[in-house]
């Protein structure tokens, strides 16, 4: 599945009532519940011992990545360009793969 498919489908799951304004509230608000709640996971898969299975991970990360799909769309934002700008950002920060020093230096800035 690509991201304009994703992005359209989840829209079609998501509150049409209320204002914008609240909805945009709610979805910004439920992509910090499930960032933290993937957070959670991890803190305790790392902190405390716990055995973490993959799937729960994964149902995390599905469920920020719907709020995320939420928030562009409240903005008509696209998010398959958003992607696409965003890698393309990270090529000038990053030209030959992640490194201390491109990080520090940040060409992109």
Do not use: C
């Amino acid at each position: 599945m690509n991201l304009a498919d994703y992005q359209r489908l989840a829209a079609l799951t998501a509150r049409q009532d209320g204002s914008v304004s609240q909805r945009r509230l709610v979805a910004a608000l439920g992509l910090n519940g499930e960032a933290g709640e993937l957070g959670e996971l991890i803190k305790k898969e790392i902190g405390h011992g716990h055995a973490i299975p993959r799937e729960a991970i994964a149902k995390e990360l599905g469920d920020t990545l719907w709020y995320v799909a939420a928030v562009a769309t409240l903005y008509d934002l696209d998010l398959a360009q958003i992607a696409e700008a965003n890698i393309e950002k990270l090529r000038q920060r990053y030209p030959d793969g992640f490194s201390r020093a491109d990080s520090i230096a940040r060409r992109d800035v």
